[in-house]
Every structure is written in C-alpha cells, then in structure tokens.
C-alpha cells in the first residue's frame, strides 16, 4: 500500500506568521484530504483536494497529483490553529476507501 | 444535515472484556469505515462497511468485528480487550467510493 510523509513532524509559530506544511505519497492517489485534529481528537476536514488549488480564508492547498505532494498553506496563523494535521489518502485502484495517514504536523501557535 | 457521530465519548474496560462502539452515519451516505488512533500517531484503517457488507479491511485481528445496519449506522465490536487496545477510535463516512470522507468525535477507549 500507499506510504505517506508528512513534514515537518513539529513547527512552533508566532501568531500572524505564516507557514507551509507538506505531504508526500509514495503512490499516485486518486483523492487527498487534509484534516485538523482538535484537542478533543475530532478530525475536522480542512480541503478534499485531488489536484489543483483550493483556498478557504487564511487556509490554502494545493495538491500535484503528477508529483505525489499536497501542501497546505497556512496564512496569518492564529492560536486556535494549533493542533495536529492530517494528510490522507488511498492509493489508486483500491476496491474500497482506505485512507492512509501520515504521522501528522504538530502545530503550536504562541499568542 | 446531521454529521457523523459516536457513542460513547469515553469508555473503560478491563483486559479480556468485550466492547461495542457506536457510530451514525452522515445523512444520505453509505460507506462507514473504523479506524484505531493510538496516541501520538496518525489513525489506522481497521475496515469498512458499504451496504450491511464488510468491503475492506486493515491489518487487524478477527477480535475486531462489524456490522452495519440497513439506516447504514454502524457498530464496532472488540473482543478479548487487550491493553494494546487503548486507543481513540474514529468512524468515518462518505457517500461511496472516492468521496470525502467526514469523521464523527471519536470513542476514547482506555483498558486496564
């Protein structure tokens, strides 16, 4: 199956900064998400993004499926930003929607 | 439209105890899939269940078991707890093959 890699592992910013988080895939992948985990465990679904751009507010990814990377873009990052995110997705010609996750990115956003 | 969601939020259990966790579907999707987050990691995909049928499965052992039910909520059963069980357990749906996938809060399952 699919490896996923995520990088970095850990980033600590200031508020206001901005940042760029990536995920790797070993495979070619025929959906990807990202998702933001709360303190609380929920994954809470950021971008369902296959290829090209998406932008939502301050967030922004892009995914190059020809290349096998996805980054998220994080702009003017603020202290509920903090958390863990997720990369996921299957590989191509599964039989089923297994999402494969990377190990994450651990955000901490200082006031 | 009514998300994904679990029961119950928390839950502990002996070694060698049996459990059954809770999920309900979003509206109008058919798919549920389980997965284990043990601490520190990203979530593992334990199975799916597409139409009352278990359609997939991850690396986990027969004490891992599910059904799903024809409202497409479904259940996740875990025999002979082990301690290695502890974990948080999320349920995700999605309305099929290839589609985004939503995920409820998550069961947190300590055993002792």
């Known amino acids: 199956g699919i490896q996923v890699e995520q990088s970095p592992p850990d980033l600590i910013l200031q508020e206001g900064a901005n940042s760029t988080l990536r995920c790797n895939f070993s495979?070619?992948?025929?959906?990807l998400q990202w998702f933001h985990q709360n303190p609380w465990g929920q994954l809470i679904n950021l971008f369902y993004?296959?290829?090209g751009t998406k932008q939502n507010g301050r967030l922004s990814a892009t995914t190059v499926a020809t290349e096998r990377y996805s980054l998220l873009y994080i702009s003017s990052s603020q202290t509920t930003d903090s958390g863990v995110y997720f990369c996921?997705?299957?590989?191509?010609?599964?039989?089923?929607?297994?999402?494969?996750f990377g190990t994450g990115t651990r955000l901490l956003v200082s006031p | 439209e009514t998300g994904v969601t679990q029961s119950p939020t928390h839950l502990i259990k002996t070694r060698g105890q049996q459990v059954t966790l809770r999920c309900s579907s979003q509206s109008g999707h058919n798919t549920v899939s389980w997965y284990q987050q043990a601490l520190g990691q990203g979530p593992q995909f334990i199975f799916q269940?597409?139409?009352?049928?278990?359609?997939g499965r991850g690396n986990f052992p027969p004490r891992f078991s599910g059904l799903q039910f024809p409202n497409y909520s479904s259940e996740l059963n875990v025999n002979a707890l082990e301690l290695d069980d502890s974990a948080l357990y999320l349920c995700a749906s999605s309305g099929g093959r290839n589609t985004e996938a939503f995920f409820g809060q998550g069961t947190r399952l300590t055993v002792v």
């Open positions: 993004i296959p290829s």
């Open positions: 996921a997705g299957p590989g191509a010609g599964t039989g089923f929607q297994k999402l494969v």
């Open positions: 495979d070619s992948v025929n959906n």
């Open positions: 269940y597409y139409r009352e049928e278990e359609n």
